[in-house]
């Protein structure tokens, strides 16, 4: 993969969950996968739109992710977005692939 290679923000799908763990490098590695399966049912199982799990790719390969919801909480309050995880691999991390994260994320 080139480093100029465009950071497309797609919907995350099962198959990106490897990488995904290996972007997320806080913790004990050993509990990753169960808990990084268990966050894409919930957030990226299409089963609500107000939740979303989004992986940013570069050259086939992913290089980022954000997951989250929009909330609306008690009192009338107007709905607002809430980022569950946002990470990005420490070699795109100049590259806007949190920012392209985010937007998207706000957009849906």
């Known amino acids: 993969m080139a480093m100029k290679d465009p950071i497309l923000i ?6 990106d969950l490897d990488a995904i763990i290996e972007i997320d490098d806080v913790g004990p590695k050993e509990e990753k996968p169960a808990y ?4 894409f049912a919930h957030y990226g199982s299409g089963e609500k739109k107000e939740r979303i799990f989004l ?6 390969e992913i290089v980022g ?12 309050s107007a ?3 809430w980022v569950f995880a946002l990470a990005v691999s420490r ?5 806007g692939s949190r920012r392209g994260c985010s937007r998207r994320s706000a957009a849906a």
């Not at 992986?55 to 086939?60: F, I, N, P, V, Y």
């Not at 992710?65 to 009338?76: S, T």
């Not at 070699?91 to 590259?95: H, N, Q, V």
């Open 10 to 15: 797609r919907n995350a799908v099962p198959s």
């Open 79 to 81: 709905p607002c977005g």
């Open 91 to 95: 070699r795109f991390a100049d590259r």
């Open 36 to 39: 990084w399966r268990g966050i």
């Open 55 to 60: 992986a940013a790719e570069a050259g086939g």
């Open 65 to 76: 992710f954000i997951a989250g919801e929009v909330r609306a909480w008690e009192f009338g």
